[in-house]
Nanobody, 124 residues
Framework: QVQLVESGGGLVQAGTSLRLSCKAS????????MGWFRQAPGKEREFVAG???????YYAESVKGRFTISGDNAANTVNLQMNSLKPEDTAVYYC??????????????????WGQGTQVTVSS
């Protein structure tokens, strides 16, 4: 069982930045691929960014060039740096973990564990 706890959400103005962090409680963090998802009111949860076990990254088109996902195996954390935020980025952001035998694979679905979410609100 892996527990994921997100932090760093808040209310910001459009054009500014925010950094989300996710702390995982597991001794085998380096066996998991990680991801960030978001869910806006009235919409389905959507993939935002993925990180493979060896640091490869993959992004949704809507955030490519603005968001950066990174991980720290020593600290069991995965971060999401969000720049040039837009009102349409407003959502609850979730961290997720997926056990992966592959070192290089990143995933847009099929995650095993989820955090409780952190609210990000971007005002215009």
């Amino acid at each position: 069982q892996v527990q994921l706890v997100e932090s760093g959400g808040g209310l910001v103005q459009a054009g500014t930045s925010l950094r989300l962090s996710c702390k995982a409680s597991t001794r085998t963090f380096n066996t998991y691929a990680m991801g960030w998802f978001r869910q806006a009111p009235g919409k389905e949860r959507e993939f935002v960014a993925g990180l493979s076990r060896i640091g490869g990254t993959y992004y949704a088109e809507s955030v490519k060039g603005r968001f950066t996902i990174s991980g720290d195996n020593a600290a069991n954390t995965v971060n999401l740096q969000m720049n040039s935020l837009k009102p349409e980025d407003t959502a609850v952001y979730y961290c997720a973990a997926k056990f992966s035998r592959s070192l290089s694979a990143h995933y847009t679905q099929g995650y095993d564990y989820w955090g409780q979410g952190t609210q990000v609100t971007v005002s215009s």
